[in-house]
T-cell receptor, first 109, second 116 residues
Framework: GQNIDQPTEMTATEGAIVQINCTYQ??????LFWYQQHAGEAPTFLSY??LDGLEEKGRFSSFLSRSKGYSYLLLKELQMKDSASYLC??????????WGAGTKLIIKP | GAVVSQHPSRVICKSGTSVKIECRSL??????MFWYRQFPKQSLMLMAT?????????EQGVEKDKFLINHASLTLSTLTVTSAHPEDSSFYIC????????????FGPGTRLTVT
C-alpha cells in the first residue's frame, strides 16, 4: 500500500533550526511536495523535489533521497509565524498526491 | 498566477439542507480539480477528482449521491453536500491542476462547513 509517515508534533525555539522528516512508500514516484498549513487555512506550497539532493529557498530547504524513500524539510532562523502544520505529500505513478498526516510545529520564544 | 478561489469561505446550515461550494480557477483553465475534506487535526482526505465535461471520480468510501460534483466549465467546479448532517461539518478544500503540469496543485482557501 501507499503510505507517508511524518512525526505528529515537534517543538522548537525561535531563532533555531528544525528538521521535519518524512518517509514515503508510493506506487511509482513522481516527486514529493512539502506544504505549510496554518490553522483554519488551506495549504500553501513550499517545495517540490523529484531529484535527489537538497533544494534551498531562503530559510527553507528540502531534501530528497529516492533510494531511501526519505525527505526532510529544514527550517532555519525560526520565527513565531512558522508555527503551523507541515504536510508531506508524495506523487504516485498516477500523479495522485498521497498525503501525510502533517507535523504540527510549535515555536517557543 | 495560478489563483484558486472558493465560495463561500464559511457556511452554517441546518441538518437536512443542501449546501453548494464553488471552486474557481481565476487566471488559468483547469481541466482537473480536486475536492478534499479535512477534519480537525487530521490531514487532507481526497474526496474526488473532477474533470471538466465528465463525471467525477470518487474515492472509496465517499458517497456519490451525497457529495455531488459538477465541473461544467474549465474554470468552475462545484461541490454540493446534500441532506447535510452534523458529521459532514468539516473544512472543504478544492485544488486545481495547471494544464500540462501533471503534479502541481494550487489550493483554494477552503470552506468551513458547520451543520447544526
Amino acid at each position: 500500500g501507499q503510505n507517508i509517515d511524518q512525526p505528529t508534533e515537534m517543538t522548537a525555539t525561535e531563532g533555531a533550526i528544525v528538521q521535519i522528516n518524512c518517509t514515503y512508500q508510493t506506487s511509482g514516484f513522481n516527486g514529493l511536495f512539502w506544504y505549510q498549513q496554518h490553522a483554519g487555512e488551506a495549504p500553501t506550497f513550499l517545495s517540490y523535489n523529484v531529484l535527489d539532493g537538497l533544494e534551498e529557498k531562503g530559510r527553507f530547504s528540502s531534501f530528497l533521497s529516492r533510494s531511501k524513500g526519505y525527505s526532510y524539510l529544514l527550517l532555519k532562523e525560526l520565527q513565531m509565524k512558522d508555527s503551523a502544520s507541515y504536510l508531506c505529500a508524495g506523487v504516485d505513478s498516477n500523479y495522485q498526491l498521497i498525503w501525510g498526516a502533517g507535523t504540527k510545529l510549535i515555536i517557543k520564544p | 498566477g495560478a489563483v484558486v478561489s472558493q465560495h463561500p469561505s464559511r457556511v452554517i446550515c441546518k441538518s437536512g439542507t443542501s449546501v453548494k461550494i464553488e471552486c474557481r480557477s481565476l487566471d488559468f483553465q483547469a481541466t482537473t480539480m480536486f475536492w478534499y475534506r479535512q477534519f480537525p487535526k487530521q490531514s487532507l482526505m481526497l474526496m474526488a477528482t473532477s474533470n471538466e465535461g465528465s463525471k467525477a471520480t470518487y474515492e472509496q468510501g465517499v458517497e456519490k449521491d451525497k457529495f455531488l460534483i459538477n465541473h461544467a466549465s474549465l474554470t468552475l467546479s462545484t461541490l454540493t453536500v446534500t441532506s447535510a448532517h452534523p458529521e459532514d461539518s468539516s473544512f472543504y478544500i478544492c485544488s486545481a491542476r495547471l494544464p500540462g503540469l501533471e503534479y502541481e496543485q494550487y489550493f483554494g482557501p477552503g470552506t468551513r462547513l458547520t451543520v447544526t
